[in-house]
């Protein structure tokens, strides 16, 4: 019985893991490593400066866990590396702030700058 009952726990807590790894956007955490090298994630060709840099460290300590380091998804997570032809960088925002279809909501994780700032990034993507 208690076998049982210690297993069912251990379970229960790999599938609590599971569920949290994405929308874990802790903002005082580490950035996670660019891709390779000192490379940004898929389709930054020709951008540079600050914000970029910031989009990208952003993206990578919140979204690419769920999203993938090239920003192509996978599973139920949807790709972004085309994102932009979809949505501009307001409807972005809106659903980093809101959240949707599963994605957890980032208002309160991320400042308004920070999710400007990887909205319009996103919505360059084209």
């Not at 000192?38 to 389709?43: H, I, K, L, S, T």
Request: glycine share 12%; hydrophobic share 35%; aromatic share 4%.
């Amino acid at each position: 019985m208690i076998k049982k009952s210690l297993l069912i726990m251990m379970l229960l807590a790999a599938f609590v893991m599971v569920v949290s790894a994405c929308g874990g956007g802790n903002k005082t955490s580490e950035p996670a490593p660019a891709p390779s090298g000192n490379e940004a994630p898929a389709g930054n060709e020709g951008e540079t400066g600050g914000n970029a840099t910031e989009a990208t460290s952003l993206y990578n300590a919140n979204c690419m866990a769920c999203h993938a380091t090239d920003l192509s998804g996978g599973g139920s997570f949807p790709n972004l590396q085309k994102v932009g032809s979809k949505y501009d960088a307001s409807q972005i925002a809106g659903i980093i702030t809101n959240g949707r279809n599963g994605m957890p909501s980032f208002q309160g994780k991320l400042t308004d700058a920070e999710i400007t700032t990887l909205s319009e990034w996103l919505a360059a993507k084209k």
